[in-house]
């Protein structure tokens, strides 16, 4: 619980939607790889384009 609530903090301290943000991480998490995790950071991350694939958008 309190690793979700600073996710959703986090969040909101970079201006994000932590409603989106969230749903965005967790749809691109299991694919992403391990060494350029630190892109889905609140600070670092940007949304995935809409009808794009995570290869296109790398």
């Not at 691109?28 to 995935?48: A, C, G, M, Q, S």
Request: proline share 5%.
């Amino acid at each position: 619980m309190a690793r979700a609530m600073t996710l959703i903090e986090s969040a909101k301290m970079n201006g994000l939607d932590p409603q989106a943000y969230l749903a965005d991480i967790l749809d691109r998490i299991h694919d992403h790889k391990n060494n350029r995790l630190v892109e889905l950071l609140p600070w670092n991350w940007t949304p995935k384009a809409a009808g794009t694939t995570q290869s296109e958008a790398a």
